[in-house]
């Protein structure tokens, strides 16, 4: 890579500047970001293990009580 190259980044495309930021291809800050966004997307809550969260909450679930 030369002097005239410039590396952006792949998430905002906004200029990199730091050595690190360029061979990851992505900046600090967007890489932050998208750590988070791929932790909530990886999330499961308790109402997906269930297999609904209206049956759950309001009552109409046969197995509750009886």
Do not use: H, W, Y
């Amino acid at each position: 890579m030369n002097d005239d190259s410039i590396c952006l980044c792949a998430r905002c495309n906004r200029p990199l500047k730091s050595k690190r930021s360029i061979k990851f291809g992505i900046g600090p800050t967007c890489r932050v970001r998208k750590a988070e966004e791929d932790f909530l997307k990886n999330q499961v809550t308790i109402f997906d293990i269930l297999g609904g969260e209206n049956d759950v909450i309001s009552g109409t679930n046969s197995a509750a009580c009886s």
